[in-house]
């Protein structure tokens, strides 16, 4: 079965920094789309940022020059650099991604289980 794990997240001030990894594990044969979503208490599951296998990007208004995301195509990894770090930032942070398995030819989309992210003083 396919695994996308999640890691990084934790407290931090505002104005601070934290990077986000996602390693995906399993039966797979091509990794396409990847992608970093959050969801706060009370809220809809909304996207932050994407990437392409060919490393174009796609960010939210809300984070447009303070988020970067990136992969590592070799180790099936996705990250989010964060910086300039605002409490409405706090949220779930969900990793996405579009995978082709080994021996099928269908794609299918997974998730990790999140990892929480807190912007406090």
């Known amino acids: 079965q396919v695994q996308l794990v999640e890691s990084g997240g934790g407290l931090v001030q505002p104005g601070g920094s934290l990077r986000l990894s996602c390693a995906a594990s399993?039966?797979?044969?091509?990794?396409?789309?990847m992608g970093w979503y959050r969801q706060a208490p009370g809220k809809q599951r909304d996207v932050v940022a994407t990437?392409?296998?060919?490393?174009?990007?796609h960010y939210a208004d809300s984070v447009k020059g303070r988020f970067t995301i990136s992969r590592d195509n070799a180790q099936n990894t996705v990250y989010l650099q964060m910086d300039s770090l605002k409490p409405e930032d706090t949220a779930v942070y969900y990793c996405?991604?579009?995978?082709?398995?080994?021996?099928?030819?269908?794609?299918?989309?997974?998730w990790g289980q999140g990892t929480q992210v807190t912007v406090s003083s």
């Open positions: 996405n991604a579009d995978i082709l398995p080994k021996q099928l030819s269908t794609r299918i989309n997974a």
């Open positions: 399993g039966s797979i044969l091509t990794i396409y789309g």
């Open positions: 990437i392409t296998r060919g490393g174009s990007t």
